[in-house]
């Protein structure tokens, strides 16, 4: 496993919004958390990331070739030190930024250059300075918008503004990147698209990717474990077939859609 | 028809207004000598002012929500094809008239010229112009290196500082105290007082780490007034309200210094502070502290998912905030050779903020320029000295809904890519981007 | 003696108390909708003063008891008041809803520093004497640990928070500023005319801050156009002590932040009567930021 929580709990006042949630998640794989609205499934997320400290239960990390650590209370800059990356829900890029800087923000937490550095520019920050470029770019090629490069974060069409997010994630150079909905509010072709980005990511960038979804087609099509959570407990677990088939999941569902 | 309808708005408006401040504008009491002074004539002032305001506010306003869904047109087309930001600046548009572009200005056929007459002008300044006149300017260089420096707080870190001018109080008291206790001279005191202020910030920042950015103001705003406070009340060492009588002007090697020589001295070491901190300032936004400030700035939560340490980026701006206040501090006390708590005033705090929101938040030269413009104008047009405060919180309340970039808004830096990455061919895009979207 | 002295400091801080309330009514109120710091709001509670002062010059020429001319002027002043900060919402916080919290809050700093040198400017720089207009009252004509001004003001505080309470519980208004400052969309989405909502939150923010400024006013007896800018600092540390957006949680704040000036100012020194309520501020952020009545929130993600 490289991602384990185990009874991973985190109240709000008196709202319980994660419940007792034992997941994990193994090298090189897509797995998925899916569950209706207010699940409690991005403050999952906001655990593992380090964005709330959970109220109760542990969260582990095992690096691809490291050791197993306990991140549970870490900040999040810390835990995004080492190797989880994420995305928001709600688009949250730098939006006065351009969108190479914004990806090399994601890639300044492994440079050394300090203030010193920066007013002298000695040869090694220049030179550290120059690969951060050249590397943001070519992140940014591989993502698949590198024509932005020196737009404002802001001025993106809303697909590439996701598609940057993702861009920003990956230059933490992460072994296991969380999604939050990266298909909401895309167009079918877009979310194309983002299938095969996913599948590359995995498959070429060798990245591990949890991902949250709401669009059941992309989920079964990606993959290969599904999570489903309901009022912040875990209801099923299994493949994209066993879930499909689970009473419990389709009762959450179905229930979403009378009240709905 | 519309146009009567809004004929009739702005006149209703304009009704409101003199009313409104009928009690105050036109009546004036002195309870002291009993006397009452009727104004009328303000009356109609008012009314007329506020019918033509109110149109122009309209205009203004109107143009902004253009401006806006102009903007937002654009973000969701998909051929978005200059990545140049929409708000043009009235520099932008002036040179435009020219035929020009700020491009133009970095053009180094341009710039060479250009700096060196700037510098040439800079240069014979003090030496063409009266004594007088080298103080005024003195006075402005120093705010620019204040403004400066509130900008890497309040331009980069986004983060509203209301107590900046304690940390000019710091650094002028360094230099004031020790010179008057310890006989200590200007250049050993530069360094002490920029080390003080840059530790009295960092000493703020600890408690603030974790504040939203409203209390942040109240707080900064607060440790401003207990540093005057402290500096009132601890008259023991301080002097208190009197102050810090005759500190030393700079020395120059032991030399004697008539008074003129001595104010051109001091211009001189100012106007070279003032491109020391430039320099160092560009670099900073620049780098990779920069950015990372820049970042939290925009986005505190996002910026520590993507592995920021906040609270030491929030440390930074702070100490780096302050060691400039210090070194105005210390160049102001070596200017006026007398310094009291009364310079120190959350008033002076706002008209720094007032120069930074004016230029530009987190644009050098637009700090600059608001630095200059606020300190020289009210010098040099004497009617506005009176309203200059008056006129100060205008300008802020009028920046902040009209042009919230200021006179000359922050360009994001351009990165020039190599040839070869130019070219794109270097990495097949993962997942067919939307190069490949028809 | 020493009780004696206890006594006073105790009354003169629960008149702090109450002033201070009176002020951090509007910046609770405001701040539970808006989510803004109104710097300007100190202003407005000068602005009442001073009205106040110059309605009661005016009206002194109709020969009526000194009194019946200090209600109408101070009702005058209030009105006013109230047309002052509901403009000042219009003009410099209506255009910035949308727009950057700091955007909103540096414009509230230039609304204040407007006002105050308007005031200056059209008026004096000078401390101007005030008329002591507030009535004695009888039964305390044999006890001096209490003045009456002091019992006034505090008589009035209080019915003015039981008003308000009532105001906020069952009116219809009322009801719809609960629901904006508790979601603004959903507010929204359920009806509520938001926009209307904030003037009228900045009305009655207005209106008490006025009352505030005149009694104060009345009770220390000069004015200048500077007396709102600390006093209303003050009372959003009050505000913030409490729990920002919580009324009873200002009504404490308030309280607290008097009393503890008082006895601050005569128990440690004088000198040091306004860092106070800043070393309150610094602490009780670092210890608890949702304040004493608040509840703490976790921000949205
Ligand atoms: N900071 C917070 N404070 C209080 N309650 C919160 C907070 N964050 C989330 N909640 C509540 O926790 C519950 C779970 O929310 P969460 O955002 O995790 O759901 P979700 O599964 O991501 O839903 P969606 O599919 O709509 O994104 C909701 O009831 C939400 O209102
Ligand atoms: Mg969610």
Redesign the interface.
Known sequence: MILKATQLSMDFGGLRAVDRVDIEIHEGEIVALIGPNGAGKTTFFNCVTGVYPPTEGQIHINPPGGTEVSITGLKPNRIAERGLARTFQNIRLFPNMTVLENVMVGRDCRLKAGILGAILRDRRTREEEEQVIHDSHEILKKIGIEQHVNEQAKNLPYGAQRRLEIARAIATEPFLLLLDEPAAGMNPQETRQLDDLILRLRDVEKLTIFLIEHDMSLVMRLSERIYVMDYGELIAHGSPAEVKSNPLVIKAYLGEDVSA | MEVLKELRKSLLLAL??V???F???V??????T?T?EWRWE?AILMAVGSFVGSFLWKFL?AR?EARKSR?TA?????A?DD?A??QKSLTERLLARLGWTRDTLREKKVAIPALAILGAIVIVFPFVTSIYQSNIMISALIYVILALGLNVVLGLG?M?H?GFAAFYAIGAYTYGLLNHYFGVGFWIALPLGAAASAIAGILLAI??L??R???L???T???G??IR?LL??LSGITMGPSGVKSISRPGLFGLDLSYTQAITYTYFICLALVIFTVF?VH??EN??????L??MG??D??????????SRAKL?AFA?GAVWAGIAGVLFAAKTTFINPDSFK??DS?LI??MV?LGGMASIPGVIAGALILILLPEYLRVFS??R??I??????????FR?GGMIP?R????K??PE?LQ?S??V?????????P | MDFEFFVNLLFSGLTRGSIYALLALGYTMVYGIVKLINFAHGEVYMIGAFTTLIMVSVLTILNLPILAIAVIAALVAIVWSAGYGYTLDKIAYKPLREAPRLSALISAIGMSLFLQNYVRLAQTSDFLPFPRFLPTVRFLDNYDGLSSSQFIIFTTTTVVMVILTIFIKFTRVGKSMRAAAQDRMMATLTGVNVNKTISVTFLIGSVTAAIGGILISAHVGQINFYIGFLAGIKAFVAAVLGGIGSIPGAVLGSFVLGLTESFGAGYISSDYEDVFAFIILVLILIFRPSGILGKPAAQKV
């Open positions: 409101w207004f009313v409104l401040t009690p105050i504008m009546i004036r009491v002195n309870t002291i009993d009452i303000r306003l902004q903007q654009k973000g969701s087309s998909e978005s990545g930001s929409a986004n509203l209301l408690p603030v974790r504040l950015g409203d209390y103001a109240i707080v705003l607060a440790f007034e207990i406070l009132v009340n160092i670099r900073l780098s990779r502290i920069g950015r990372q820049v970042a925009e986005d939560i996002a910026a520590r998912a993507m592995g920021v340490n906040t930074t780096l959350v008033w706002v903020l007032c929101v009176d309203y405060l008056l100060f919180g205008a300008v802020l309340v009028i920046m902040m809904v919230p922050k994001r830096k351009a990165y890519l190599r990455e794109g270097a990495a895009p993962v997942g067919g981007g939307e190069g490949d979207a």
